[in-house]
């Protein structure tokens, strides 16, 4: 088994030596190092393979040698203004506070303008924030001083324990646990390590994993606005679809004994989800609820909870088993999308669906032969959909549902209509290609995939629900 130690490394010459002394005389192999000092000047990343109980030594032995940060509550960076006049010695007696408050600087930036004055702006590193109001305070008496904000894509203001800092800032966003806070930590610096090796900006991918949580963060309670579409399939039946700010949407069918529904988005906005649906369908709690996923990723599953019976074909039902035993789930045995994978389940409170509520009712784990290839039929009267599993070019265990009658098609992210994104959805969903490099497994084998659904239709006027975004009409001749 692997496991990744995230050790604090003395910024001195011969650091490194240590922790590699420990590791080797217990016989490990060293599988990854990550460090890189214009990020993070102390954070050394060593993944490290071995057995179990091993493992828990080196840990132990780490630990005694002050290799491991005991505590995630390191402090955190602010951006102070002092305006002094522009004469010898006005800086001297801000520098004394700022010491005496034992803070350091990690960014100053100051030019006289011929205004008499300059504008001195100090990243500052607070260990304690309690300490921050006194600071100011008294640097008042000084001179006028103000807190800035700014743009972390632009200035790093500090790169003495950046993880930790950054790690800090997130946890407190999204109230996560100390254990969650030190995986964030983990997984951040496989994508900035990932990215960095194809030479893209690496304090970038902070800036994205910050959106990435602002964006959900933003999205709960009142900032939970979905765009709500009412429908008709060809044959009259009524169709919802919801469209949150991230996440998939849910479409649901009013069929004749059941409500049946498609994906069902993040596990975060459970409750956001189902006070939507109260609003159209006050008795939803009371009807038969059944729920169809096109596949197994985080953002389609997390509010499986909401339905009485889910259905999935063989290979998503294996995908959620990895997860129960945890172990990597299909998205995460791909080593460029497994950290925002487990990023999202970390910032999304995401659990495994429970298995007594799942009903495998097609396929097998073996790997499918065609681009699309027909696996069965699902039959929730009115609708009998035909069923079509893909060869993974998005994920392992996706599907197409097609029904000719009523001339609608769901297609999850195979295919979805980008053109109809609300910006909330546009903005949330330029992150993921950024930080996994395509949302796509295998991008070539994707756009075949969605070439040969179309080759699927018969001619009619259809309507293709994609996972995200709104429907798209299309005339086939």
């Known amino acids: 088994m692997k496991r990744v130690f995230t050790t604090m490394m003395p910024d001195r010459a011969g650091a490194f030596i240590g922790a590699d002394r420990c590791i080797t005389e217990l016989g490990l192999n060293i599988t990854r190092v990550s460090y890189n000092k214009a990020v993070d000047a102390h954070l050394l990343f060593i993944e490290v393979e071995g057995g179990e109980e091993t493992l828990a030594l080196a840990e132990e032995k780490l630990a005694k040698l002050g290799y491991l940060p005991n505590s995630m509550g390191i402090g955190s960076v602010i951006l102070v203004e002092f305006r002094l006049r522009d004469r010898p010695g006005t800086l001297l007696p801000v520098l004394e506070l700022i010491r005496q408050f034992h803070f350091n600087i990690s960014y100053i930036s100051s030019q006289e303008n011929g205004s008499g004055y300059q504008n001195f702006k100090m990243g500052l590193f607070v260990d304690n924030t309690g300490d921050i109001s006194d600071f ?11 807190i800035l904000d700014y743009d ?67 999205g709960r309670g009142e900032g939970y606005v979905p765009r709500v579409t009412r429908l008709t399939t060809a044959a009259g039946l009524p169709i919802t679809l919801i469209e949150p700010p991230c996440g998939s949407s849910l479409c649901l069918l009013e ?113 499918v032969p065609e681009l699309l290839t027909p696996i069965g039929t699902l039959n929730v009267a009115p609708l009998c959909f035909e069923v079509y599993e893909g060869q993974g070019g998005h994920v392992r265990g996706e599907m197409v549902y097609l029904e000719r009658t009523h001339r609608i098609a769901f297609t999850g992210d195979i295919f979805v209509n980008i053109k109809s994104f609300i910006p909330a959805q546009a903005k949330f969903n330029r992150l993921a290609p950024f930080l996994m490099t395509s949302v796509d497994v295998e991008p070539a084998l994707a756009k075949q995939e969605r070439e040969a659904f179309f080759g699927l239709l018969s001619p009619g006027r259809w309507q293709i629900f994609g996972a995200h975004g709104n429907v798209h009409k299309v005339e086939i001749p």
Not at 136 to 144: E, Q, S, V
Not at 272 to 283: A, F, H, Q
Not at 319 to 348: Q, V
Request: some cysteine; charged content about 30%.
């Open 136 to 146: 100011l305070g008294r640097a008042a008496r000084l001179c006028p001083v103000r």
């Open 152 to 218: 972390r894509s632009e200035k790093v203001l500090d790169n003495t324990v950046f993880y930790l800092s950054f790690a800090n800032e997130i946890s407190e966003k999204m109230s996560l646990d100390g254990e969650a806070a030190k995986e964030l930590i983990v997984n951040s610096n496989l994508v900035m390590q990932m990215l960095d090796e194809r030479d893209q900006p690496v304090h970038q991918v902070f800036d994205y994993i910050r959106q990435f949580a602002d964006c959900i963060r933003t």
């Open 255 to 367: 069929c004749q004994d059941v409500l049946l529904g498609v994906d069902s988005g993040f596990a975060c906005y459970r409750e956001e989800l189902l006070r939507t649906v109260l609003g159209v369908y006050p008795d939803f709690l009371t009807r038969r609820r059944e729920l169809m996923l096109t596949h197994g990723d985080v953002d389609h599953c997390g509010c499986t909870g909401l339905f009485d019976r889910v259905y999935v074909n063989r290979k998503v039902w294996d995908n959620f088993e990895l997860e129960r035993c945890g172990k990597p789930d299909f998205r995460e045995e791909n080593a460029i999308h497994a950290p925002y994978a487990r990023i999202s389940k970390l910032l999304t409170a995401y659990e495994p669906p429970k298995a007594d509520n799942l009903t495998v009712f097609a396929g097998t784990s073996e790997p």
